[in-house]
């Protein structure tokens, strides 16, 4: 997520000493399928890496990659035809065709998979080059080659690429009249500044939407959210999407890096590219003197300024910090086994750590530290849409997350009956 000595072409290099390196580079001996890293959570297999099962070097150009945000693409299943047009997109950060950050650099590639079956890993099928068909594996800039998915030149008014610009969460919205009957719809942020160890600074946040299953992707300028330290955006520089089917998506928010709290925003879902007509969650506020300034607790529109941390916050005796502090990358879903809204999210100490809540909004429980942190660095985790718990039909939770020191992305299982 930190690029350091990339090397960004716009385009497709041949990356030929990597393609020798990956002949011999073995498969990493640590995690092994089925490895149990707490008492809940076992590692399931990777998702992206130069080594099997998915071998993403030699099928799509990606030695390494992070974040791996997932949804369901709401499109239905059409037996008449030979694929599975249901499928979870997954959306990566900084994407490198070389070890160590190295190589062809892309600010950002996406894949899609209809595997159901998780207990053995997340398949991501081939590539469809240049044939019509938009549910292949990726979109492609040649056979065997993932594209960068949001492309600089298709920023609106001039605004800055800056670092680079990296998915945080992604939705789709049913709407009629387009081509497959819906709307994918992806929240980035523009990097302005890499900092220490967590930190960093953003341009901006964004939301950029597809037509045809993630193929191409457009920003909507309306979606924009400079990062200022006044009026409120500056928490929403990183999201979170759920769409409990009331007619709103509830975007979640984050200040920019990993020592922010959680906010919460909601909007119709037919108006989802547009920050004016959001509104935000408040617990209400006394204010100063003899009252002045005092509001009450609920939803504001068109005012960020007024969101309430939901969650964050976790400090004992002396403001000391406790397991649960500060949120870095973060999912939500509605969880049918559980009957609530589930959040997962990273805190200052690298715990995964895991809320659970009756309403989008809150209030949201204490933390459970699902997993603790594990040599190498971890961070993002990302729930999967087609979890059994998550669908009802079990305890088991998947999820994507993310280590530094393989940079690559590992798809973990945890068992909510042992929480």
Partial sequence: ???????????????T?????????????????????????????????NFPPNDTFNRYGIWGTDIGTMWDNGIPDDPATPINENQVLIAFGDTFGGPNMTGTWRLNTLFRSPDRDLSN????????????????????????????????ERLPGGLPTGVTLIPTAGISVPTPGTQFGVT?????????????????????????YSEDNGENW?????????????????NFQQAAFVRPGDGFVYSYGTPN???????????????????????????GSRGGFFGWGAY????????????????????????????????????????????????????????????????PQGGWSAPTVVMGQQNGGIYAPMMHPWSPSTLGTGTDLYWNLSIWSEYNVMLMKTDLAKL
């Avoid at 390196?21 to 399931?44: C, D, E, H, I, K």
């Avoid at 960020?304 to 939901?310: E, L, N, V």
């Fill in 184 to 208: 994918q719809y992806l929240s980035f942020m523009s990097v302005k500044q890499w900092g220490a160890a967590g930190s960093w600074s953003t341009n901006y946040s964004a939301i950029a």
């Fill in 296 to 359: 009450n607790s609920g939803w504001y529109r068109n005012d960020p300024g007024k969101a309430s941390p939901i969650f964050g916050r976790e400090t004992g005796a002396c403001g000391v910090a406790k397991a649960g502090n500060q949120v870095s990358e973060m999912s939500v879903q509605y969880n049918k086994t559980l009957g609530k809204y589930v959040a997962m999210h990273g805190d200052q100490f690298n715990n995964v750590i895991l809320r659970t809540s009756d309403t």
């Fill in 121 to 152: 890993g997340m398949a991501v099928p081939g590539g469809q080059w240049f044939n019509g068909n938009m549910f292949g594996g990726s979109p492609l800039w040649e056979p065997t080659y993932a594209r960068q998915i949001i492309l600089p």
């Fill in 1 to 15: 997520m930190n690029p350091s000595s990339a090397v960004s072409t716009g385009g497709v290099a041949t990356d």
């Fill in 17 to 49: 000493i990597s393609r020798a390196l990956a002949a011999v580079n073995p498969r990493p001996g640590f995690p092994w399928p089925g490895a149990q890293l707490s008492g809940s959570t076992s590692f399931v297999d990777w998702v992206t890496g």
């Fill in 257 to 283: 890096g990993r020592q922010g709290e959680a906010f919460v925003s909601r909007v119709l879902e037919r108006d989802i590219l547009d920050v004016t007509k959001y509104e935000y969650y408040s617990a």
């Fill in 218 to 234: 457009y920003v909507a300028p309306q979606s924009v959210r400079m990062n200022s330290p006044w009026g409120g955006n500056q």
